[in-house]
């Protein structure tokens, strides 16, 4: 199991950008399929983005196709999340995760991990 720390959260105007980072420690790092979620106020949990272990294969979700890029760095046990043309919609906290494969995390059956979370604002 890899203990997840998120960072890069902030206040923005809209259009602007964001990278969000998720920092893991342990060494099972590369074995993860990541992914991203985010919760807006009185609003579920919901899925952002997904990256598998080795990162050529991504998933995103239809509001942020375009606009948001999931990357990873294995070497450094970081999952990225360049965040642009941001919304007021966007405004959120946003969580990392860490599942078996890719679509244990994107349909979130199966997290082993959880981060716990980074408040992006988007100011319109």
């Known amino acids: 199991q890899v203990q997840l720390v998120e960072s890069g959260g902030g206040l923005v105007q809209a259009g602007g950008s964001l990278r969000l980072s998720c920092a893991a420690s342990g060494r099972s790092f590369r074995r993860y399929a990541m992914g991203w979620f985010r919760q807006a106020p009185e609003k579920q949990r919901e899925f952002v983005v997904a990256?598998?272990?080795?990162?050529?294969?991504?998933s995103y979700a239809d509001s942020v196709k375009g606009r948001f890029t999931i990357s990873r760095d294995n070497a450094k046990n970081t999952v990225y999340l360049q965040m642009d043309s941001l919304k007021p919609e966007d405004t959120a906290v946003y969580y990392c995760?860490?599942?078996?494969?890719?679509?244990?995390?994107?349909?979130?059956?199966?997290?082993?991990?959880w981060g716990q979370g980074t408040q992006v604002t988007v100011s319109s």
């Open positions: 990256i598998n272990w080795a990162g050529p294969s991504t």
């Open positions: 995760a860490a599942g078996p494969t890719m679509r244990d995390v994107l349909t979130a059956t199966h997290i082993t991990s």
